[in-house]
């Protein structure tokens, strides 16, 4: 066990957990499905005038997907201000990061669901496309992260 | 919407953003060592957020007829087909490359953790190109 989880467990399940009740709480309190990179299209909706981003389904949850995405900040926040230091400044190479999220937008965008969309409130509706799509993407990840990891 | 649905939309993004942090999943080191099979905690992380998730989603619809603030409980929309999987499959690339996925590129601002706003641009800029030149 030690050598899978050497920082240990806990902390990755009692955060796991915490995603869970948000997204629960969002589901049982309001019915709305709390997916994550559909904000980027549903905000993008309030500048672009591309059909394809002016669909009904973004237009109609820009609103709220924004107050989510400014929740997401305020609890990690709250956990930076309870835990001071405890998050370190990303040391990856600025390409990676912009390459990088490029890639994983353009991609979410196309499957129709990132980590949380697929990963998260698709597989928790038991929906067989949504863990094709996990499986797909953990296994583009596990490569590319092993490809970049030998070419260091 | 009424203040006390958008409390709930700011509490609920507020739980998701505190789960992300408390998991560590806001620094993109920890997702890369995952990716790469070195600690193996972020399916410790899904698991138990599909586990919780999947409790909710089970049993509201069974036992409300509507959510608790009103509306109807909606559904995640999936499409089986080569879109989906062909995009899982390059945000995979993106993901392995900069440990960076939408939830964590957000709410790692939250812990000052700010190169996360280049990921950011990158997510808004693929987002744009999809929308703008590869909608259905």
């Known amino acids: 066990m030690e050598s899978l989880f050497p920082l240990g467990l806990l902390h990755y399940a009692f955060g796991g957990v915490l995603i869970?009740?948000?997204?629960?709480?969002?589901y049982v309190a309001t019915g709305l499905v709390g997916g994550t990179s559909s904000f980027f299209s549903s905000t993008l909706s309030w500048f672009s005038r591309a059909p394809g981003l002016r669909e009904e389904r973004y237009v109609a949850s820009r609103s709220w997907r924004l107050v989510y995405a400014a929740g997401f900040v305020l609890g990690a926040f709250a956990f930076a201000v309870l835990a001071p230091g405890?998050?370190?400044?990303t040391q990856v190479p600025a390409w990676q990061l912009v390459l990088g999220g490029f890639l994983a937008g353009f991609g979410a965008r196309l499957a129709n669901g990132c980590t949380a969309g697929h990963g998260i409130c698709g597989i928790a509706s038991?929906?067989?496309?949504?863990?094709?799509?996990v499986l797909t993407f953990l296994a583009t990840a596990i490569g590319t992260a092993?490809?970049?990891g030998w070419l260091k | 919407?009424?203040?006390a649905r958008l409390l709930c939309v700011l509490a609920g993004g507020a739980l998701f953003g505190l789960g992300l942090a408390v998991s560590t999943m806001v620094q993109p080191e920890v997702v890369i060592s995952f990716l790469r099979l070195k600690d193996l905690g972020l399916l410790a992380v899904l698991g138990s957020a599909v586990m919780t998730t999947l409790v909710a989603y089970q049993l509201a619809p069974r036992l409300l007829k509507r959510p608790l603030l009103g509306g109807a409980f909606q559904k995640h929309a999936v499409t089986p087909g080569a879109r989906t999987i062909l995009g899982a499959a390059i945000f995979g690339v993106g993901w392995g490359l900069s440990g960076v996925c939408p939830g964590p590129a957000v709410a790692g601002l939250g812990t000052g953790n700010w190169p996360l706003l280049l990921a950011l641009a990158g997510l808004f800029a693929g987002a744009w190109v999809q929308g703008r030149f590869f909608a259905r």
């Open chain 1, 20 to 26: 869970g009740l948000g997204v629960s709480l969002l």
């Open chain 1, 126 to 133: 038991m929906q067989v496309p949504s863990l094709l799509a």
């Open chain 2, 1 to 3: 919407m009424s203040l």
């Open chain 1, 146 to 148: 092993h490809l970049v």
């Open chain 1, 86 to 89: 405890a998050v370190a400044i």
